[in-house]
């Protein structure tokens, strides 16, 4: 791997839910993700495997791009910096966001710890891979007195040097921190996290 060419990226969010319920929203009800963050991933599907399992493939419709707060055409994200140099089937691809489209990101799920409460994305289709040879999301959840600390971890291999470090995308992963964590909060009837506890054997009295 080009020293030149790879990179990795990282950012730390406070958050008011606890590292368990973050952990478990992302790493075992991805399906609930639409639910928690609307704004930012307004639809997954299921490709292949189980949800919860590790080697499952899921599309993330990534909709950030056309909000107002992070919208491509008032420079705070530059999707057309960072991929400019592909092309005009790219570029029209995507031009059909100003339509309402989503950007689909194609992810294995390929690793989770439940001690340490991570959990890593290998992005294997979409738009990136028309300009990273490689890209992983890495999120991790680290217990606090009171709620948690969510550290998001960007790696990559960029195809070309011209391509722009994906600076833009932690503010990303900040706002759909953010928004999952209040509707955690909201909602703490419906995803409220524990421990499974082992069964203790009984002991057999003759």
Not at 34 to 52: A, F, H, N, Q, S
Not at 99 to 120: A, F, Q, R
Not at 157 to 163: G, I, Q
Request: aromatic content about 10%.
């Amino acid at each position: 791997m080009s020293s030149s060419l790879s990179g990795k990226l990282s950012i730390e969010i406070e958050a008011k839910s606890s590292a368990r319920s973050m952990y478990e929203a992302n790493a075992k009800r991805l399906y609930d993700v639409p639910k928690l963050c609307p704004t930012y991933i307004p639809k997954v599907d299921l490709v292949e495997g189980k949800w919860e399992d590790v080697g499952a493939v899921v599309n993330f419709h990534l909709a950030h791009v056309v909000r107002g707060n992070l919208d491509f055409r008032k420079g705070k994200w530059n999707i057309f910096h960072l991929f400019g140099c592909l092309g005009s089937e790219v570029i029209l691809e995507i031009d059909s966001l100003i339509k309402g489209k989503t950007l689909i990101s194609k992810e294995i799920y390929e690793h989770k710890d439940d001690e340490k409460l991570s959990v890593t994305f290998k992005v294997i289709g979409g738009l990136l891979m028309e300009a990273f040879k490689s890209f992983k999301f890495i999120i991790q959840a680290t217990r606090k007195d009171t709620g948690c600390l969510v550290r998001w971890t960007l790696e990559y291999e960029k195809l070309k040097e011209d391509v722009p470090d994906p600076k833009e995308m932690l503010q990303f992963a900040v706002d759909l921190t953010k928004e999952m964590d209040a509707n955690l909060i909201g909602h703490q009837d419906l995803y409220t996290f524990k421990k499974k506890k082992k069964k203790k054997k009984k002991s057999l009295i003759l």
